[in-house]
T-cell receptor, first 114, second 109 residues
Framework: KAGVTQTPRYLIKTRGQQVTLSCSPI?????VSWYQQTPGQGLQFLFE???????NKGNFPGRFSGRQFSNSRSEMNVSTLELGDSALYLC?????????????FGAGTRLSVL | SQQGEEDPQALSIQEGENATMNCSYK?????LQWYRQNSGRGLVHLIL?????REKHSGRLRVTLDTSKKSSSLLITASRAADTASYFC?????????FGTGTSLTVIP
């Protein structure tokens, strides 16, 4: 079974631009979560989508948005990029519930904002 | 914040020694999980312990959970250089995951 795939692996953007990151979950997983990881703030939860609906949301500004498609693939968009958005963005998929719910992570997209 | 806190933030040990890291959290949980992250990569699930369990083993890993103290510990026995990584605890409440701040473990060959 293929793992979680994130594309692209690396991105370089300039301030003010927007960016879209993609995540393909493990087949059969209906939940996709996004995290931002920086050296200063650690691993911060952005949002979770389950069956095309945003189910949970972290404490990030509206510039960060996402969506999930009917095949469970998810995209995350950041508009009007700021220098502080430079980070490793991780996507994780899971079955979406139950006491044995485990998250499976992709390798991440490293975004550099210049 | 419901994010867990891990202690210590960094740990350096010799190969063959045991490594213990701790996680404290704030709310009631369904389960608690530990993940490992090698530098700049995604997290990998290590072990899950349910809220009604007190101890769990998996290979060289031993996890304990004390729900009355809202804390957990991860013990890695007979450490290897390949265990060098960051370790995160994640508390799960409902379908929400809350990751801790992480412990950076360095195992010196």
């Amino acid at each position: 079974k293929a793992g979680v795939t994130q594309t692209p692996r690396y991105l370089i953007k300039t301030r003010g631009q927007q960016v879209t990151l993609s995540c393909s979950p493990i087949s059969g997983h209906r939940s996709v979560s996004w995290y931002q990881q920086t050296p200063g703030q650690g691993l911060q939860f952005l949002f979770e989508y389950f069956s095309e609906t945003q189910r949970n949301k972290g404490n990030f500004p509206g510039r960060f948005s996402g969506r999930q498609f009917s095949n469970s693939r998810s995209e995350m968009n950041v508009s009007t990029l700021e220098l502080g958005d430079s980070a490793l963005y991780l996507c994780a998929s899971s079955l979406g519930g139950g006491v044995q719910n485990i998250q499976y992570f992709g390798a991440g997209t490293r975004l550099s904002v210049l | 914040s419901q994010q867990g806190e891990e202690d210590p933030q960094a740990l350096s040990i010799q190969e063959g020694e045991n490594a213990t890291m701790n996680c404290s959290y704030k709310t009631s949980i369904n389960n608690l999980q530990w993940y490992r992250q090698n530098s700049g990569r995604g997290l990998v699930h290590l072990i899950l312990i349910r809220s009604n369990e007190r101890e769990k083993h998996s290979g060289r890993l031993r996890v304990t959970l004390d729900t009355s103290k809202k804390s957990s510990s991860l013990l890695i026995t007979a450490s290897r250089a390949a265990d060098t990584a960051s370790y995160f605890c994640a508390t799960v409440t409902g379908n929400q995951f809350y990751f801790g701040t992480g412990t950076s473990l360095t195992v010196i060959p």
